[in-house]
Each structure stands twice: as structure tokens, then as C-alpha cells.
């Protein structure tokens, strides 16, 4: 019969009054190698941190091996999971052998002198884990990834039936990165060991895991084998890049390679864009179209605008206005020049009032003589006119050919194709 080493149901979670983990339901099988991927910010720590019981949900539950993992105490925790974090600190000059023989004394019953067994696992797994000659070296004196390995050995040593990482090989070089990935794959194949690994890398993801869960936004948006979850469209989407999926031709793993290589060999094509926004919406807009390589253009914006600050910032031409002040003939004028000279223009999530209305008149302008127009979607929300007059100019604006946006991941191909047509 199955068991479930780990089971989510309904859990929420986070920080004090920021949450994190949303509505999270999933099980882990005893024996599986699981991992854990996503973009940063989704919420695979605090996921992690919530399973072994370092944070208890503010709503669900969470099972390990059908204990409630709130109500456990720590030493039956400790054997039944190992947890091995991002960063261990020892406040204290432990040596190696003293920090792995702690998690000898988490298993034991007592905290008494070390049993000859004690003393044999702890040689084991530093031998496994290649720490066996620092073991009279300071914790604290150590290298990141000697410091890692020397962790892995503790955690290991509490011989638990659940072992958890956090990015637990991130700062190891690629002999003991393949050396580490071997043990905990012999040691689940073995023992049944169910491991739970937190990874940025996806193709090493999909080389050793059983199934892996995607994360974003705090909820698990696909769980399955690497070649249920490693989709092109849904990659793409969740970390907001372009990323395409093959076959590695030895292994049948799916392997995740960027667009970058093509990008930065083509010769660049330095095509102009106006961005309109205000209140902070154009940061990320900037930001992104000036990584792809776009000259952009930005206003008309109020002199103390957030958007204004980050354009200087960038070294963004920009059409200012005086603070709290309508745009005046002459702010017009030179937004007017330099969507003139644009290639395109792109609305952000800006709100409309009387004072800003013009910039979608300038839009009007630019189809008129071919150039494309995004507008960000959900112009109904951002409306504040008394006579919902920015809802009736972009609706018009669309009859001629502007085009609504909704994701970056959406629009920034959009914005390549038709820049490409015009040169």
C-alpha cells in the first residue's frame, strides 16, 4: 500500500501579514523525487518551510506520513525529516564532525556520549558527502559550498525518511553538484528516501526528479513528470521570457534553452517606441523594452511622477508637465515630436483623467500614419472622466487598429514581430 510521506491540503501560508502560499493542495508519495521549480518570489521556501514544519499554515493542513506536522514534537519531527537550507549559521566554533554529529543527537533519544554506530553514520555520510577531511576544520571557516556539503551531512545523518533542500546545491561546483545528486538519488532508490528539493535549474530538475511542481504567484500551476510540465507556453508564461523546449538526444530529458543566443548574435535593430504611463505603471515597461533593445520615449508625465524619476534614471527622453497640472500646449507639442519619431507607442496601465486624455489622441494620430498601438487591457478600471470619455477613445482607437495587451510575456513578442515588418 502507498503512503503519502507528504500531503498539503488547502494550505495558505506567509509572513506575518503578507501571504505567501495561497489554497495549496498536493501529495507526495513516500519514496519520490520531487522538485520544486519556479520563478523567484513564487513561493518554494516558504512551500518548503511550511512542510517541514517551520511554519505553521494559517489555514489547512499539513501530513507528514499522516501526522499533523503542527502538532509534532521535535524529536519525532527530526526522524522523520531532514531539512537542509539555503545558509546554516552556527553562532558557535562547532567543527564539522560536531555539526554533522548533531544530527546524530537530533535521532537519538538521549543526548549522551555518541554510540560507535553514531560515530560509524557520521563517518558515512561525510565520506559521502566529501567532508571527511574537514571534519576538524571550523564550520565558519569554511567556503559556501563546503558548508553546504558539510549541512547535507548532518541532515543525512539523522537517517530521516524525508529529506528537504533549499537551493541546497546552488553554491556547489559541478563535480560535487554531480556528486551530492548521485547519493540522494541512491539513497531514494535504495531506502525509499523521499526527497523534496527546491531548484532554479530546470533541466537538472527534469534529469533526476520522478515529478516536478511548478510554482507562481504562491499556488502550484502544473504538477507532473518533467515532460507533462516542461511545455514551451507554460515555461514561457510562468518565468515571463521566451523559452523553448527539446529532447536532450541522450538522455530523453527535456532541456529548456533561451532565446538569448540568437538574440545578442543578430545585429540589433534600434527601433523607437513611446511609451505612455504614469503612477509607477511605466517602470517595468522601461525597464524590459530597454533590455530588449528598444530606444524609448516617454510622456507627456508630471515632473514629481514616479515614471518621470525612473526615465531620468534610465536616460529616457522624456515630455514633463508642471506637478498636479493638466498637459498644456506646449508638453503637446513635444510629445507630439517625439511619437512623430516613434516606430510605435505602447500605453501602459496608466489611468485617464480630463488632464491626460490627450496622449490618446496622440495614439489616434500615430495610426493614421501606420504605426502600431498597444494599450494596456482594463481601460473600464482605469477610467475616472466624468463621461467615460478614455473608454470611448480607446474603443475607437481599437476599430483603427490599436491593439490591447494583457502580460508582458504577451507583448513583447507582439512589439518584436511588428518592428521587424517596418524595417
Not at 311 to 336: D, K, M, N, Y
Not at 371 to 386: F, L, Q
Not at 399 to 414: I, R, T, V
Request: net charge neutral; with cysteine.
Amino acid at each position: 500500500m502507498q503512503t503519502d510521506a507528504i500531503a498539503f491540503r488547502s494550505v495558505s501560508a506567509g509572513y506575518r501579514k503578507r501571504p505567501v502560499l495561497q489554497d495549496v493542495s498536493f501529495t507526495v508519495p513516500e519514496g519520490e523525487f520531487v522538485c520544486l521549480i519556479g520563478p523567484n518570489g513564487s513561493g518554494k521556501s516558504t512551500l518548503l518551510k511550511t512542510a517541514a514544519g517551520l511554519l505553521r499554515p494559517s489555514h489547512g493542513m499539513v501530513r507528514v506520513f499522516g501526522y499533523d506536522i503542527s502538532a509534532l514534537k521535535p524529536r519525532l519531527r527530526a526522524s522523520l525529516i531532514g531539512v537542509v537550507p539555503q545558509k546554516i549559521d552556527s553562532p558557535m566554533a562547532f567543527t564539522v564532525r560536531q555539526i554533522v554529529m548533531n544530527g546524530r543527537g537530533r535521532a537519538r533519544r538521549s543526548w549522551g556520549v555518541p554510540s560507535q554506530e553514531d560515530d560509524d553514520i557520521a563517518e558515512r555520510v561525510m565520506i559521502y558527502t566529501n567532508v571527511l577531511e574537514l571534519q576538524d576544520r571550523l564550520f565558519n571557516e569554511l567556503s559556501a559550498g563546503e558548508q553546504q556539503r558539510a549541512a547535507l551531512a548532518m541532515a543525512l545523518a539523522q537517517e530521516p525518511r524525508i529529506i528537504m533542500l533549499d537551493e541546497a546545491i546552488s553554491h556547489l561546483d559541478i563535480n560535487h553538484r554531480q556528486e551530492v545528486l548521485r547519493i540522494l538519488m541512491k539513497i531514494n532508490r535504495e531506502k525509499r528516501l523521499t526527497v523534496l528539493l527546491v531548484s532554479h535549474d530546470l533541466n537538472l530538475s527534469s534529469q533526476i526528479a520522478d515529478r516536478l511542481l511548478l510554482m507562481q504567484g504562491g499556488t502550484i500551476v502544473r504538477q507532473g513528470s518533467p515532460d507533462e510540465v516542461m511545455q514551451d507556453r507554460l515555461l514561457s508564461t510562468v518565468y515571463d521570457c521566451d523559452l523553448q523546449v527539446r529532447k536532450d538526444p541522450l538522455t530523453g530529458s527535456p532541456v529548456v534553452t533561451g532565446m538569448l543566443e540568437g538574440s545578442v548574435r543578430k545585429q540589433a535593430v534600434r527601433s523607437r517606441l513611446h511609451v505612455v504611463s504614469g503612477g509607477g505603471t511605466g517602470i517595468e515597461l522601461f525597464r524590459r523594452l530597454s533590455i530588449e533593445g528598444y530606444d524609448v520615449s516617454a510622456g507627456v508625465l508630471n515632473q514629481l511622477d514616479s515614471d518621470a524619476d525612473a526615465a531620468r534614471a534610465l536616460g529616457i527622453g522624456c515630455v514633463l508637465e508642471q506637478p498636479f497640472s493638466a498637459i498644456g500646449p506646449a508638453a503637446i507639442g513635444q510629445a507630439a515630436e517625439m511619437v512623430s519619431q516613434a516606430d510605435g507607442v505602447v500605453f501602459s496601465r496608466v489611468p485617464f483623467g480630463s488632464g491626460n486624455l490627450v496622449n490618446l489622441d496622440l495614439a489616434l494620430e500615430a495610426l493614421k500614419k501606420g504605426k502600431p498601438v498597444w494599450i494596456a487591457a482594463g481601460i473600464e478600471e482605469r477610467d475616472y472622466t466624468s463621461g467615460r470619455e478614455a473608454v470611448s477613445r480607446v474603443r475607437l482607437l481599437e476599430s483603427q487598429g490599436a491593439k490591447a495587451w494583457s502580460s508582458m510575456h504577451d507583448l513583447l513578442p507582439e512589439i518584436a514581430r511588428k518592428c521587424r515588418r517596418m524595417t
